[in-house]
């Protein structure tokens, strides 16, 4: 990773998938950041206003946000969509983004930053799960009748050749429902959070700094 914000893209969305640098995660550190960011799409504009309506905040805080995106490369203005100068149209810089192996030894603050980034990861996973499961027992009682959820859990013998076949199936599932959710119907639409997730099933679990092992 690196903090030279020169590496940010300067204009228009990149061409592939971003790695993610120590900047943007930062600037993802953020809550609403993060929410703003995965409503975007280097081929979907997207303006404070309407971004505001879908998350449900505050358009001039929505602004806000978007510029320190912008500010970290995870977005780029789109002016060629603007309906006039003072119209601001944002695109993600990329197809998509990616915490990848670095091509060398990364500092003390870097791996601060970006275990600080994967601990909030897993804070809005456990507060996802919560919500799930309470929402499971109230359809399986009968007092909630709205399907709000699905979990598909296995276990499986793979090799790794099959975790990166396994893995780019679901990323391209995830990507034809995008495409799915841009097709015009009279049906209404909400939002609906999609997480892949492929673990080896003997990751050790994480040690705490005083008392060891987690339980």
């Known amino acids: 990773m690196t903090d030279d914000p020169s590496s940010a893209p300067a204009a228009g969305p990149a061409s592939g998938t971003v790695r993610l640098t120590s900047p943007m995660l930062k600037a993802m550190a953020h809550p609403l950041r993060r929410r703003l960011l995965e409503l975007m799409h280097e081929d979907v504009p997207r303006r404070a206003a309407d971004l505001a309506e879908l998350v449900d905040a505050p358009a001039n805080s929505v602004s806000f946000h978007l510029r320190q995106l912008a500010k970290a490369g995870l977005i780029v203005e789109a002016p060629e969509h603007a309906r006039d100068r003072r119209d601001r149209v944002w695109v993600a810089s990329g197809s998509g983004f990616t915490v990848s192996p670095p091509e060398g030894p990364v500092t003390a603050d870097e791996e601060l930053v970006l275990r600080s980034f994967m601990d909030q990861e897993a804070l809005d996973l456990h507060d996802l799960v919560a919500r799930i499961t309470a929402w499971a027992a109230a359809w399986g009682s009968g007092r909630e009748e709205s399907v709000r959820a699905a979990i598909h859990t296995g276990l499986v013998e793979l090799t790794e050749e099959d ?53």
């Open 163 to 215: 975790v990166r076949w396994l893995s780019g199936e679901l990323e391209a599932l995830m990507d034809r429902a995008i495409e799915r959710s841009r097709t015009p119907t009279d049906r209404p639409r909400k939002l609906w959070r999609m997480v892949s997730l492929v673990a080896d099933d003997s990751l050790p679990r994480p040690t705490h700094p005083d008392h060891g092992e987690a339980p």
